[in-house]
């Protein structure tokens, strides 16, 4: 299979070094980048290079391809790969506005391609282990859902203003989480927001922390809660509760030590970040873009995981805005 | 100091046990319980009993009050009390009704008594310590609460029915922990139930399963899930997030013991029920009564504290009843 | 039943207060100490008292007594009160010197009374935890032991030259635990012992460090750590390895709380030493105890068990000094 | 650099995959082995091989060499490779004799040529906190160290006969892990064995199950436990005990989940064996290696590390034989 990536920032990055260390039957044909430092990295690896994304699409080699460019490429760049008949990676979000990603997923529905949206959580070896167990029964119907995720800091006021908002940018992954543990649709949204890190981002209008509740069409429920800065690092955890027992993950770690002193028991913090928390989630879910292509069958995450997701997320800006729970319905 | 204890079904006897066994230089004066039962209880411990409640605010021997008799005994039974001098120390809830509350605590004021509510707890040795490092500043500013509150099983529906509902009757430890733990008070809540477990308690008019989101007054928030049934035992745990830090405190167990086999890893399930697992809280709580009442300082849980749990209940039943957000101020 | 108290030093205190606390059936009819202080104690709790252990003996109401008196008084009043046909729960060691323990043991034997050792680690939560798997079969054929014994800090000088030494005194627990745990007879001893928290442990001709290998009749084989100081506490672990499993013992903590701050995570220290470790065990044993009596059942820590235990500590001893492996046998 | 890599059985094969993916600057001019299996998996590679392992040696662009052809060619092969000026990684032992691995380390010496041997388990993060930790003063003097070490299940028994046994083929990890942790020599050894597992262990003339005691110089002690069979998987923890506190280092598991049911609370079970436990010990082992080459610097494990490890197995081979502790000095 032969694949063309675009866009080589962290995430790209983390996708480029994964698929050549670890996928030797994938040939990377084409990485494409508008900026000189993606440029020089590639060409140290010896890849072809463009920095035009659309010489992605334009190349006929190209199987598929891995979407890492700036959010609001991603629409365009979807169609048009889509339109010359190549599989399609894309990082979340599609696109910020929902009319748009439906004209994007109608299109590529209507291509025949495949297309794979980038919620790597999935592929986290702890998340997957509690899916596994809620699908085989092991816990009964799930009830309860209870979500952490928080951030170790704020990202900069720049990339906050132009980013969504915590629900697009940050909770999204944790609407989507909750849709695939529960494997339920979510009916209604209340949520509840606050700026208790940092004033500036209350400034550029968005928050920095947030409890918000989902209640499933058959009446379960489920609590995630968003900080943008946790002082003791990046924390992902969930637990799920059920009829017949009830399952938790917790955070990954550097390493297992104890140290017993004078003062106390004192073990490592958490993994500080998405990049090495989610290390193995990422080199999963290639694998399961891959996968899917070789033996034709249905992607793992779908571009309407993608487009529940986001309806989620505008229901809770609404949500907060109006401060009243909101229903799927009215999005 | 001389005591009378008013009741003693199940939780009364811990009370009068943990007296008489912990307080060598408490005497209890006279125990009332209309019940056959309690009298042959009460006889076999040599101690004075009368089949009336009344005869303990009678009693001019007695200093201070245990109330442990039915809710809707409460009261009368502490507007007595307090006319007659008495320290009380009383089982929540004071009574059903916001405005009855609200008298019996105008008498209590009048009267000049001291009395305290049976939020036991805020004495659980966990509890405790999270409180005490919250206070003392170890994670900066609380800024989101989470509360794990499940039974092992539900009472009977003949006790739902006279419960005044999960909200008033098992959540309402909650809300009191919630404003022990944050050190402020909640200005809106919102709240979404479930019947999960038992169509029966539907049935009846109640819910069985609980979301509720407190908001504070200066924005900072808890969440609290409650359910009426986990197989696996009580499960009481909370964890508070701040700018400086998290602290969490788990469940206690019987034995820490872990069994490792060819299909995993084992440990025990934790106390299952609340004389278990409050053990010590019901020590600790009964300590400080009398100790506030020798030192004539003031209750660590006040009738107020009561009636702040109170008003989160009554909001929360109208949160669920009307599927909106409830402002305090409309209680 | 009527019992007397012979010595109400740290651990007579113990079993007074539970006696009178939680076995209401059971009078303590005289206690007995030649220090003013326990005639202080005693009186305040209006108990009868005398300052002769020998009073109790003489005493014909008693049925039974518990022996809390120094070491160098356990032999003769151990025989006094069998004569006496008095049942006896004495602490550890019946006497320092082996010939002397085996004369008592014979003298109990013709006289027909029960006689319970104050081996009281075997009735923690934990251990009996442990046992009872072992016994159950959960982890088949047992074949490594590993105890772990680490005191907080160690006794004055004075106590460490009249205790008998480090097995004697300290590591009698473990070796106790260990043919509980095991089920089986020690065959084999060799230890290794060292200098390393307090040279005038050394001075006074004791060691403060061991590590002992014990093997069993059939080949299985334990080890035990001890040490007199560990700066974070009381240290009581194990875990026994077996053909189909594993199990594993920690220590008990004074909370369950675990703080996430910048700097790692952090919990409790063990709860910091045997009063605090071992109050359930004191208080189950003691149960055991008088069950055993009324029950006219068998003692469930034997004056055997107590010769046994002396016999490794014994073996350990001359194994150390002539460093090389000493059979049970040379005993 | 360029390199070789002799044997590309097991061990061989990770090695050369993590050198593939992660190490871009080394290049693998040459893979020899004499199976024809090797031969396949090489040339899917696009790597040169030859079946003669002296074709490395023979190579004149090849830096350094990677041995992990079986242990009956390793001295012969690094001799020659030390002559031919070539850097050396070793798994160890370098051979099963004493004498002769004295003879190889004379010739490596006087060549100049840097060698590593492959005490992987140096590298494992968690062993790699607990050195930095202890070397950093954390627990004060380093006074008890305890090992387990215990394989999921025993080798065949053709392995078994050829291996040197269970303190030279599994043990000798554990040798240096004390060495390594204590930064001290061993002066004396006691070890005792058994035939726990399986009687065929024993007729082949080995054991399956050990306890070992290390005396280090200046009276510290270490205890380590081995067995050829753990049902619940590979099991290697470490503690160290030291004047200022304690360190512990548990297992790495596949997840971190926990599931209550109503039996209880159950977790994951280790990752299974060597390769998925020290997956990025083998990683930074090799690192270590190409790092030491290129800044000239001290290998992190040296041959005479491997030496004294081996001393330390033929002592305890001696001490079960003779049941008697074994001076180093015997050696």
């Given at each position: 299979?032969?694949?063309?990536?675009a866009?080589?920032?962290?995430?790209?990055k983390?996708?480029?070094?994964?698929?050549?260390?670890?996928?030797?039957?994938?040939?990377?044909?084409?990485?494409?980048?508008p900026?000189?430092?993606?440029?020089?990295?590639?060409?140290?690896k010896?890849?072809?290079?463009?920095?035009?994304?659309?010489?992605?699409?334009?190349?006929?080699?190209?199987?598929?391809?891995?979407?890492?460019?700036?959010?609001?490429?991603?629409?365009?760049?979807?169609?048009?790969?889509?339109?010359?008949?190549?599989?399609?990676?894309?990082?979340?979000?599609?696109?910020?506005?929902?009319?748009?990603?439906?004209?994007?997923l109608d299109?590529?529905?209507?291509?025949?391609?495949?297309?794979?949206?980038?919620?790597?959580?999935?592929?986290?070896?702890?998340?997957?282990?509690?899916?596994?167990?809620?699908?085989?029964?092991?816990?009964?119907?799930?009830?309860?859902?209870?979500?952490?995720?928080?951030?170790?800091?704020?990202p900069p006021?720049?990339y906050?203003?132009?980013?969504?908002?915590?629900?697009?940018?940050?909770?999204?992954?944790?609407?989507?989480?909750?849709?695939?543990?529960?494997?339920?649709?979510?009916?209604?949204?209340?949520?509840?927001?606050?700026?208790?890190?940092?004033?500036?981002i209350?400034?550029?209008?968005?928050i920095?922390?947030?409890?918000?509740?989902?209640v499933?069409?058959?009446?379960?429920?489920?609590?995630?809660?968003?900080?943008?800065?946790?002082?003791?690092?990046?924390?992902?955890?969930?637990?799920v509760?059920?009829?017949?027992?009830m399952?938790?993950?917790?955070?990954?770690f550097?390493d297992?030590?104890?140290?017993?002193?004078?003062?106390?028991?004192?073990?490592?913090?958490?993994?500080?970040?998405?990049?090495?928390r989610y290390?193995?989630?990422?080199?999963?879910?290639?694998?399961?873009?891959?996968?899917?292509?070789?033996?034709?069958?249905?992607?793992?995450?779908?571009?309407?995981?993608?487009?529940?997701?986001?309806?989620?997320?505008?229901?809770?800006?609404?949500?907060?805005?109006?401060?009243?729970?909101?229903?799927?319905?009215?999005?």
């Amino acid at each position: 299979m032969e694949i063309g990536i675009a866009g080589v920032g962290r995430i790209g990055k983390i996708h480029l070094e994964n698929i050549l260390q670890r996928f030797p039957d994938i040939d990377v044909t084409l990485v494409a980048d508008p900026s000189e430092e993606a440029a020089a990295y590639v060409h140290e690896k010896n890849l072809n290079f463009s920095y035009n994304y659309e010489d992605i699409v334009g190349n006929k080699e190209v199987d598929a391809v891995i979407v890492c460019s700036p959010t609001n490429t991603h629409a365009d760049f979807v169609i048009d790969a889509a339109k010359a008949g190549k599989h399609i990676f894309c990082e979340k979000p599609l696109d910020l506005s929902l009319g748009r990603v439906k004209e994007v997923l109608d299109m590529v529905h209507h291509s025949g391609v495949k297309l794979m949206l980038g919620f790597n959580r999935r592929f986290d070896p702890n998340f997957l282990k509690i899916k596994s167990m809620v699908s085989s029964g092991k816990i009964g119907d799930p009830q309860i859902l209870k979500i952490t995720s928080r951030d170790p800091g704020p990202p900069p006021i720049s990339y906050v203003k132009v980013s969504g908002g915590l629900f697009m940018d940050m909770a999204i992954h944790d609407f989507d989480m909750a849709r695939y543990i529960m494997n339920k649709e979510v009916a209604e949204v209340y949520a509840k927001g606050a700026v208790l890190v940092d004033k500036a981002i209350g400034d550029a209008g968005d928050i920095d922390s947030a409890l918000t509740t989902l209640v499933f069409e058959d009446g379960t429920m489920a609590n995630i809660d968003n900080s943008r800065k946790a002082v003791y690092g990046y924390d992902q955890r969930l637990e799920v509760f059920g009829a017949e027992g009830m399952l938790k993950a917790d955070n990954n770690f550097p390493d297992n030590h104890q140290y017993y002193g004078t003062e106390g028991i004192h073990g490592s913090l958490p993994l500080n970040f998405f990049l090495e928390r989610y290390t193995t989630s990422y080199l999963n879910e290639m694998d399961a873009f891959f996968k899917a292509i070789k033996n034709n069958a249905e992607m793992p995450v779908s571009g309407d995981d993608g487009l529940e997701a986001m309806k989620i997320a505008l229901a809770a800006k609404i949500s907060i805005r109006e401060n009243r729970p909101v229903s799927l319905n009215e999005i």
